[in-house]
């Protein structure tokens, strides 16, 4: 019974989304285990009873924690979009008023990256791996707005 409700909070991504519940629902069948071996069997089923309650709390904490990051890497995605479409617009504008290349290498180099990064959270969402996708745009953002920053400056200078 508590091992099939381990079982169930791994296969729903329980190591990842609620390592803590999912900890304390295996440490309650070991010590479940280890009372059983020692021949109390009522601290067994104790132990048994508490590993299944954690077990299924964390694989509802599983749920609710990767839908919010499910929303949160959703909206990420559709903030950053818009971003890089504004980065490559004043890009393009800035290519039309011949600002110098050397001036727009850096921040061409920037919103490059910053589209593979996007890119591969994108697949890494696909996979349903909503952490790595969080994980990989943190920060991207400011490297999109440091990048806007460069050319605006670029067509001022010139």
Same mark, same amino acid.
């Given at each position: 019974m508590a091992q099939g409700a381990i079982d169930a909070a791994r296969a729903a991504g329980a190591e990842q989304y609620a390592e803590t519940e999912y900890g304390a629902a295996t440490a %309650?069948?070991?010590?479940?285990?280890?009372? *059983? %071996?020692? $021949?109390?069997?009522?601290? &067994?089923l =104790?132990? %048994?009873? @508490? =590993?299944? @309650?954690? *077990?299924?709390n964390a694989a509802r904490d599983t749920?609710?924690?990767? *839908?919010? /990051?499910?929303?949160? /890497? @959703?909206?990420?995605m559709a903030e950053l979009a818009g971003l890089l479409a504004q980065g490559n617009t004043a890009m393009a504008a800035a290519e039309?008023?011949? /600002?110098? &290349?050397r001036l727009l290498d850096t921040p061409a180099d920037d919103l490059a990256a910053a589209s593979a990064t996007v890119q591969k959270a994108g697949e890494a969402i696909e996979a349903g791996d909503y952490l790595d996708a969080s994980t990989a745009?943190? $920060?991207v953002n400011a490297r999109i707005e440091q990048a806007l920053a460069a050319i605006d400056a670029a067509v001022t200078s010139r």
């Open positions: %309650a069948l070991q010590s479940a285990n280890d009372a *059983a %071996a020692a $021949g109390d069997y009522r601290l &067994a =104790s132990h %048994a009873l @508490e =590993s299944h @309650e954690r *077990a299924q749920a609710d924690t990767k *839908a919010r /990051v499910r929303a949160d /890497v @959703e909206r990420m039309r008023a011949r /600002v110098p &290349a745009l943190d $920060g």
